[in-house]
C-alpha cells in the first residue's frame, strides 16, 4: 500500500483544513486509517484514527474540532480539522495498518503534510 498525503498548508487560527490521503492498491478497504502528527521537537502522535467497519477515536486535544473519515470507492481518508489552534502546528501523516491471515500488523506510512497554524 502506498500513502499519498495533500491538503497541508497555512491558514489562521480559527479557520479549517481538510487532509486526503489517497492509497493505491486494492487492500484500503481493509485497512484500518490513522492520522498521527509531529510538531517540532516532540514525539509523534496520533490524531484519530479510523476502523475498516467505520469506528472512529480522537486525541483528547482535537476532539470536537477534527473529524476522520474514509470513502472506500475512491481509497482515500480524510481528516477534516475545523478551530485550528497553533498548537496544532505539526508535520502530519497518514497510516494504514492491515492485520495479515497470521494476525500481523503491516503499517504504511505517507510522507507527511505540514499544517501552519499562525495566531
Known amino acids: 500500500v502506498q500513502l499519498q498525503a495533500s491538503g497541508g498548508g497555512l491558514v489562521q487560527a480559527g479557520g479549517s483544513l481538510r487532509l486526503s490521503c489517497a492509497a493505491s492498491?486494492?487492500?484500503?478497504?481493509?485497512?484500518?486509517m490513522a492520522w498521527y502528527r509531529q510538531a517540532p521537537g516532540k514525539e509523534r502522535e496520533l490524531v484519530a484514527s479510523?476502523?475498516?467497519?467505520?469506528?472512529?477515536n480522537y486525541a483528547d486535544s482535537v476532539k470536537g474540532r477534527f473529524t476522520i473519515s474514509r470513502d472506500n470507492a475512491k481509497n482515500t481518508a480524510y481528516l477534516q480539522m475545523n478551530s485550528l489552534k497553533p498548537e496544532d502546528t505539526a508535520v502530519y501523516y497518514c497510516?494504514?495498518?492491515?492485520?495479515?491471515?497470521?494476525?500481523?500488523?503491516?503499517?504504511?506510512w505517507g510522507q507527511g503534510t505540514l499544517v501552519t497554524v499562525s495566531s
Open positions: 497510516n494504514a495498518r492491515i492485520i495479515s491471515s497470521t494476525f500481523v500488523p503491516h503499517d504504511y
Open positions: 479510523i476502523t475498516k467497519g467505520g469506528s472512529t
Open positions: 492498491g486494492t487492500a484500503f478497504a481493509y485497512a484500518a
